[in-house]
């Protein structure tokens, strides 16, 4: 049963004030909170409700949603808390004030390419993080990207878009920007199906057309390039667009980092121009950009500079410091469970070093032999290395934002190293 105007939930934590959208599977409402505070809320319809497949469905809405809640990302739009209803699971959402993309082209017509393309890369960002979380939106198109209030975008440069409304199982959104596989259901959908809806949405806002659905490209109606709709877009986003729009989805790029790096590399046969260094110089802004993840880079290079110092004070051979310069790589080829597993074989270790030092006695180790002892030195070893597995794990999610996948390796790679034979440096300096 749909929600009514001024109705409570959780007692009187939240109050109904309209619908804000409803899918053939979703639907969203805007409600306040305890604290007169503006929120979404989504729950499954009541189409949704009496479908055969209803128990799956929902658990597969829940469990979208507990993955969403763990996925923080500026411009995703935000899960503060998960609520049960009556028999339905709910997601409360941030509410974003502020005009969608498809009202601001409405209101005042095309994107000028810089500022669309400002946009279209925060939202790939928000893509990839969530990607990353095994998630897709499935449903990306203008009327679902915010364009926070100017005050509150103030601070990003003007411009700051956010995404919200992800679509519930193989439902279809709007439909110009779904590609051919949201449509059959035997096909699987993919990171490339979202990759599809975001060039969908980058042709709209560049041309104000919507482009030809996939059910009639099906059927031959071609795709008209954005370039012959709007001369002022450059080759580069041209070509861009179109590969990303590609009807099949083996061919188009295969995660959002490939396509936004066609974004910014130039086709063969045409100059540059200057729209291209405006956006590689946008690109680069962005990597330094409070997005960027210099916090857990810190706590990649302190963790790892830790390690070394307790490994200098207990004078390790040098096997061992190979073998943890070679465990600083786990966690990026392994993954967090893994590299988990080999911290506590660390701990192992560290307190079989300690137990038979090489070239101390026990009574003469300085600092951590005085302070702790042997089973407290082998916790201390695990819970540095997990610590270090636990950064390295998180900032090589967000640096896959901005690199590639080998360029964020060689980065967790060096700082990595450098934190462990800074440690090295000043374990021996104050022994």
Same mark, same amino acid.
């Given at each position: ?44 319809? !009541?189409?949704?409700?009496? *479908? ?7 658990? !597969? ?22 609520? &049960? ?14 005009? !969608? ?10 994107l ?5 393309l ?9 893509l990839?993080?969530?990607?990353? *979380?095994g998630?897709?939106?499935? !449903? ?7 364009? *926070? ?14 995404? /919200?409304?992800f ?6 959104g ?30 709209a ?31 580069r ?15 188009r790029?295969?995660?959002? &980092? ?8 130039d ?6 121009s ?6 590689k110089?946008?690109?680069?802004k ?27 004070? /207990? ?91 080998? &360029? ?24």
């Amino acid at each position: 049963m749909t929600w009514t105007v001024g109705q409570k939930l959780q007692g009187s934590n939240y109050t109904i004030e309209k619908v804000l959208g409803e899918g053939s599977v979703g639907i969203t409402y805007l409600a306040r909170n305890e604290n007169n505070r503006r929120v979404a809320i989504k729950t499954l319809s !009541d189409r949704a409700q009496q *479908r055969p497949d209803f128990d799956k469905l929902h658990q !597969d809405f829940l469990n979208d949603a507990l993955r969403l809640a763990r996925c923080t990302h500026p411009h995703i739009v935000r899960v503060a808390q998960l609520i &049960q209803e009556g028999a339905l699971c709910c997601m409360v959402m941030e509410y974003i004030e502020g005009e !969608d993309l498809a009202s601001r082209l409405e209101n005042q017509g095309i994107l000028p390419e810089d500022e669309a393309l400002r946009c279209i890369e925060q939202i790939g960002a928000g893509l990839i993080a969530v990607h990353d *979380r095994g998630l897709l939106h499935r !449903d990306v198109n203008p009327q679902n990207i915010i364009l *926070r209030s100017p005050q509150a975008a103030l601070s990003k440069g003007g411009v700051e878009a956010v995404l /919200i409304d992800f679509s519930i199982a193989r439902e279809v959104g709007a439909n110009c920007f779904a590609p051919i596989e949201q449509y059959e259901k035997e096909s699987k959908l993919g990171v490339y199906t979202d990759v599809y809806g975001l060039a969908a949405t980058l042709y709209a806002i560049l041309t104000g057309e919507l482009p030809v659905a996939a059910p009639a490209r099906a059927e031959n109606m071609p795709l008209v390039a954005p370039k012959q709709l709007n001369p002022d877009i450059s080759d580069r986003i041209n070509q861009a667009i179109l590969q990303g729009m590609a009807f099949h989805p083996y061919e188009r790029p295969q995660s959002i &980092q490939q396509w936004l790096q066609l974004l910014y590399s130039d086709p063969v046969t045409s100059p540059q121009s200057s729209t291209s260094t405006t956006s590689k110089k946008t690109l680069r802004k962005t990597v330094l950009s409070q997005d960027f993840p210099w916090g857990l880079l810190a706590g990649v290079l302190l963790s790892c500079g830790w390690i070394g110092f307790a490994l200098a004070q /207990i004078m390790a051979p040098n096997w061992v410091w190979s073998l943890v310069m070679g465990c600083a790589l786990i966690p990026q080829i392994a993954g967090y469970a893994i590299a988990i597993f080999g911290a506590l074989a660390a701990g192992v270790l560290a307190l079989t070093l300690i137990i038979e030092p090489s070239s101390k006695t026990l009574s003469n180790m300085p600092l951590l032999a005085t302070a702790v002892s042997l089973s407290e030195m082998a916790v201390w070893y695990s819970v540095l290395a997990i610590i270090f597995c636990a950064f390295s794990t998180s900032v090589r999610q967000q640096l896959k934002t901005f690199f590639t996948r080998f &360029q964020a390796f060689l980065i967790l790679t060096v700082t990595s190293w450098l934190g462990i034979g800074l440690g090295r440096l000043l374990g021996f300096m104050y022994q």
